[in-house]
Nanobody
Framework: QVQLVESGGGLVQPGGSLRLSCAAS????????MGWYRQAPGKQRELVAAKTSGGTTTYLDSVKGRATISRDNAKNTVYLQMNSLNPEDTAVYYC?????????WGQGTQVTVSS
């Protein structure tokens, strides 16, 4: 089992920035990939960014150039830095870990971009 605890969401003004953090604990040896998904009301959950243990990164097209995912393997923590936020980024953001062929999810953290 892998437990994921997220932090860093909140209310941000358009054009602002935030950093989300996700700490993994439990059976964390050799986690293959960690990343962030988001789900806006009435929409499907979508991948925002992910990073494998080998360093390969993937980004949603609409956040490319505005988002950076980083991973501290020693701390088993993954971060998502997002800049130039706009109202379309409003969603619940979920941390994800892929380990042993299974997906694990955090509880989600709300990000609201509004003036």
């Amino acid at each position: 089992q892998v437990q994921l605890v997220e932090s860093g969401g909140g209310l941000v003004q358009p054009g602002g920035s935030l950093r989300l953090s996700c700490a993994a604990s439990g059976n964390i040896f050799n986690i293959f990939a960690m990343g962030w998904y988001r789900q806006a009301p009435g929409k499907q959950r979508e991948l925002v960014a992910a990073k494998t243990s080998g360093g390969t990164t993937t980004y949603l097209d609409s956040v490319k150039g505005r988002a950076t995912i980083s991973r501290d393997n020693a701390k088993n923590t993954v971060y998502l830095q997002m800049n130039s936020l706009n109202p379309e980024d409003t969603a619940v953001y979920y941390c994800n870990a892929v380990h042993g062929g299974r997906d694990y999810w955090g509880q989600g953290t709300q990000v609201t971009v509004s003036s």
